[in-house]
């Protein structure tokens, strides 16, 4: 993923900011610095700090880099929706949000990593794309078989929040596979029984922290190979306009904040069934 440009630096000053970044110049760092991700204690910062924070104008040209800081700044994020915010429920309207009840959202910010689905992994490449002007943010219940969506769109140059919609899983299009990763994060024994004859995989080395293991694996080796980090219960997915289709694969992303964490999981479906074929972490 493109590296984000999270302004948020600036709000803990010159020291940390050599800390972080060795940076020797405040104002160079603030305009063209861009890092990986987000350090993760500013997500713990004051209220204070959080309506100060600020953003460059080049964070518009990237969602990525907009998303962040509209995560982490509550400032901004009240700035960049509009106001009365229409919610829907199964696109049905059923409120306005006015700016005096609307309550910060931070999202996964707090959980140092985010999830992404995809049908093919060329999709991957449309969150490098500076030209796209809807993003849909999905957070997904999956225990309450519920999903809340935010669409953005860049009005004038800018990204905004304009609506709110919420829809059972059942509705999406990813909603076979939802269902099926559902049990698949909660239940080892179902685990082991969705895990295919002979597995592509990229681990690492159980005997040596410094290596990786890469290679095929049958089933009953997951335990020992398997990521470290499977989310579940609240998960996220960023539709960022790659289109979704009743496939038969989905590549699951799971991507950290400041934590170099990245993980990836390819299941296909085979005569109905949802297997795990191949696994990078």
């Known amino acids: 993923m493109k590296k984000s440009v999270f302004s948020i630096i600036a709000l ?21 610095q861009s890092i990986d ?22 964070a518009d040209e990237l969602f990525d880099d907009f998303f962040f800081n509209f995560a982490a700044n509550k400032k901004l994020q009240k700035s960049r929706i509009q106001m009365p915010l229409p919610c829907y429920k199964n696109k049905v309207l059923s409120s306005k949000i006015t700016k005096d009840k609307w309550a910060m959202e931070q999202f996964f910010m707090k959980d140092g990593y985010y999830t992404l689905i995809f049908d093919q992994k060329e999709q991957m490449s449309v969150v490098k794309d500076t030209t796209v002007n809807h993003v849909v943010v999905e957070k997904i219940f999956l225990e309450k078989n519920n999903i809340k969506q935010y669409y953005f769109d860049r009005l004038k140059g800018e990204w905004m929040l304009t609506s709110i919609n919420e829809l ?4 999406s299009k990813n909603a076979s596979f939802l269902n099926f ?14 895990i295919n004859d002979l597995v592509t995989f990229s681990a690492p080395d ?26 579940h219960g609240v998960i996220y997915n960023i539709n960022y306009g790659q289109p979704y289709v009743k496939t038969n694969q989905k590549v699951f992303l799971i991507r950290g904040i400041a934590n170099g964490l990245e993980s990836e999981m390819i299941f296909q479906n085979k ?9 990078m972490s």
């Open 12 to 32: 803990v000053g010159v020291v940390v900011c050599l800390s972080l970044i060795g940076c020797v110049d405040k104002k160079t760092s603030e305009e063209n």
């Open 37 to 58: 991700s987000l350090n993760v204690d500013s997500l713990s910062m004051s209220e204070e700090m959080q309506e100060d924070a600020y953003m460059p104008k080049a």
């Open 168 to 171: 059972p899983v059942d509705s």
């Open 181 to 194: 990763y559902r049990r698949f994060s909660n239940d080892d024994e179902y685990q082991l029984q969705s």
């Open 206 to 231: 159980p005997d040596d922290d410094f290596n990786t293991i890469t290679g095929m694996m049958v089933p009953e080796q997951w335990p020992t190979f398997k990521p470290s980090l499977i989310p």
């Open 271 to 279: 005569n109905g069934v949802w297997k795990l074929i191949k696994f």
